[in-house]
């Protein structure tokens, strides 16, 4: 079967269950939980803050990149949308602020929401409800080679939809502005090739200039200069 953590599906429960099916299973953990992202420049790095825990498990080894673990509540999973490696761990909201306060005391340095989102989009990582959802085509969103039809034999849902879709018609491609200011989502873009629109947009502490994501024609190129 398929294991689906809770909190991956609290928002989108009818949605992820009609793809799936029957063939699935629930975590025994409670409805209420948490997750934490513990992030670094390598999963090496977040391995050692999290076995000097007085509570981490003794069978804890390292887990290999996109696999999770289930390990008494917690499950821990070494995937993520950052950019840099670590692990995301779910657990019962109430065992959350234990394992908060033993991780700062571990060294690890609290960081927010806004912190990820600017991670993700230095390292051009689609974020689902901001640059694409489900009246997006993967196709027109950057996200064509997770749903590739080369292969007459890898079935997938929605495969077929796309197959009887229009072919793309649009692309995703990065922005950086060359003068001051911020670039923010839903902000026209004007192209040779026609109009665009921005997702996503910040400023970029590691380039120190804004940077966005935007769709635009085809027809622009990586490189061009657009307004």
Same mark, same amino acid.
């Not at 009609?18 to 409670?30: D, E, L």
């Not at 821990?76 to 306060?101: M, N, S």
């Not at 793309?168 to 003068?179: F, R």
């Given at each position: 079967?398929? !294991?689906?953590?809770?909190?991956?599906?609290?928002?989108?429960?009818?949605?992820?269950?009609?793809?799936?099916?029957?063939?699935?299973?629930?975590?025994?953990?409670?409805?209420?939980?948490?997750?934490? !992202?513990?992030?670094?420049?390598?999963?090496? !790095?977040?391995?050692?803050?999290?076995?000097?825990?007085?509570?981490?498990?003794?069978?804890?080894?390292?887990?290999?990149?996109?696999?999770?673990?289930?390990?008494?509540?917690?499950?821990?999973?070494?995937?993520?949308?950052?950019?840099?490696?670590?692990?995301?761990?779910?657990?019962?909201?109430? /065992?959350?602020?234990?394992?908060?306060?033993?991780?700062? %005391?571990?060294?690890?340095?609290?960081?927010?929401?806004?912190?990820?989102?600017?991670?993700?989009?230095?390292?051009?990582?689609?974020?689902?409800?901001?640059?694409?959802?489900?009246?997006?085509?993967?196709?027109?969103?950057?996200?064509?080679?997770?749903?590739?039809?080369?292969?007459?034999?890898?079935?997938?849902?929605?495969?077929?939809?796309?197959?009887? +879709?229009?072919?793309?018609?649009?692309?995703?491609?990065?922005?950086?502005?060359?003068?001051?200011?911020?670039?923010?989502?839903? /902000?026209?873009?004007?192209?040779? %090739?026609?109009?665009?629109?921005?997702?996503?947009?910040?400023?970029?502490?590691?380039?120190?200039?804004?940077?966005?994501?935007?769709?635009?024609?085809?027809?622009? +190129?990586?490189?061009?200069?657009?307004?």
């Amino acid at each position: 079967g398929v !294991h689906v953590p809770w909190s991956a599906i609290a928002r989108n429960y009818g949605k992820i269950t009609t793809h799936v099916g029957n063939n699935w299973s629930r975590f025994p953990y409670p409805d209420e939980v948490i997750v934490l !992202h513990l992030r670094a420049d390598d999963g090496a !790095h977040c391995y050692s803050w999290f076995v000097r825990l007085p509570s981490a498990p003794r069978k804890l080894v390292m887990i290999p990149l996109y696999v999770a673990q289930a390990l008494g509540d917690m499950l821990i999973a070494r995937t993520g949308y950052t950019g840099e490696d670590g692990f995301e761990i779910t657990l019962p909201a109430a /065992q959350a602020p234990d394992l908060w306060q033993a991780l700062t %005391a571990a060294g690890v340095a609290p960081c927010g929401l806004g912190a990820r989102d600017t991670l993700r989009l230095e390292a051009g990582m689609n974020l689902y409800g901001q640059d694409m959802d489900e009246a997006t085509s993967p196709l027109n969103a950057g996200l064509s080679w997770t749903v590739d039809l080369k292969d007459a034999d890898r079935a997938f849902i929605g495969r077929a939809a796309l197959e009887a +879709a229009a072919p793309a018609t649009q692309q995703m491609l990065g922005l950086v502005l060359l003068e001051r200011g911020v670039l923010r989502a839903h /902000q026209q873009v004007f192209t040779d %090739a026609g109009e665009g629109e921005t997702t996503s947009g910040t400023f970029s502490p590691t380039l120190q200039q804004a940077i966005a994501f935007a769709r635009v024609p085809l027809g622009v +190129a990586v490189g061009s200069t657009v307004e």
